[in-house]
C-alpha cells in the first residue's frame, strides 16, 4: 500500500510500504484523511516521531475490510476511526475518559501508524458506525477536532445562555463555534480577517472580533466586555495558543470565567495567580477526547448541527502541497486526503 512518512528533518515521502496484518485488530480501506495543525508540529519537530519513518495521520475515515468475529462489524461498514487506543482497564478508561489513559496503547498518528495510509489498522472497538448522511471527509475531520471540541465544551459546561469567545477561526474554531451554538450559547468569534470573519458568521457566531493578521490582542478585552455590556466572556475557547492570546483571554472573561486550552504553541503562559484569583478565573484543559464525545459529534453531523468544512480534497500524492497550504494559513477549515 501507499502511505506518508515522516524521515528525520520533517521530510515527509509518500511511499510504497507493506500493508498492515490485522492480528486481532481491524482493517480499514481509507477514504479519506483529515490534515491537521498536529501535522506540522511533526514536521516542525515540536512533536518527537515514535520511531523514523512514522506513519502520520490521526483523522481517517473510511471502509471495513476486515475485523474479528464478535466485533458487530463487517466487510463494508462505513466507519469512523477514534484515534485513541486505551488500555480498557484503567480508572480512566472505565469512566470514558481514554484520552486521560494511564497505561495507553497508543493514539493512531502519534505513536500508533497512522491514517495517511490506503489500509488503516485499529481495534474494533475503535470503529464507530457511520450513518449514511455522514460522509466520510466530514467524519475524519471529526474524529479529531469534532470530538475534540466536543469534549471541551463537556469539559467547560458550555450551556444555554452562556457567552463564549472562540479565539481562532480554523478547522477547529469552526466545530466550536459550532458545538457551542448547538449548546444554546451566545458566541464571538475572534478572526484575524474578514474572511475567516465571514466563515465564523456561517458556522453560527452571533458576533465577530477581527484582529486584522492577529495583531491587537490588547484591544481584546475590552472588545468583549463592549459586547457583553461590560460582565466579559463566560468562556474563552483557546485555539491559537500564544502567551499574548492567553492573556488576552483570561482578560475577557468575567467573574467565575472559563478558560479553555486546546491550541498551544511553543509559548508559556505566565500569570501572576491573583489575575486568575480575584475573578475566581478557572482554566480548563481538554485533550484529545473519549468515544463517546466522537459518537455525540457523529450524532450532531446527523442531525445538521454539526459539519465539517473543507477546503481542498487532495490525493495522498499531494500531501506536501496540503501541509504547505496550511503551514502559509490559506486553509478555510480543513483540507483532506481522499481515496
Ligand atoms: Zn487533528
Ligand atoms: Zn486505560
Known sequence: MKAALLYDGGELRVEETPDPAADGWALVSARAAGVCGTELHFLEGMIPPPTVPFQLGHEAAGVVLESPPGSGLKEGDRVAVYNVVGCGRCRSCRTGR???CTSSVGQLGFSLPGGFADVVRAPAENLVPLPDSVSFETAAVLSCSGMSVVHASRLAGIGLGDTVVVNGVGGVGLMAIQVAAAAGARVIAVADSDMKADL???????????????????ELADRVKLLTGGTGADHYVELVGTEQTMLAGIRSLGRGGKLVVIGYTGDHLNVHPI?????????????????????????????????????????????????ERLKARQVRGRNVIVW
Open 98 to 100: 481514554e484520552s486521560l
Open 200 to 218: 465564523a458568521y456561517g458556522a453560527g457566531a452571533g458576533e465577530t472580533v477581527v484582529l486584522e493578521g492577529g495583531e491587537g490582542y490588547d
Open 275 to 323: 489575575e486568575l484569583i480575584l475573578s475566581e478565573i478557572q482554566v480548563v484543559t481538554s485533550v484529545a477526547a473519549s468515544k463517546r464525545d466522537l459518537e455525540t459529534a457523529i450524532q450532531l453531523a446527523a442531525d445538521g448541527r454539526l459539519e465539517a468544512t473543507i477546503d481542498t480534497r487532495y490525493p495522498l500524492e499531494q500531501i506536501g502541497t496540503a501541509l
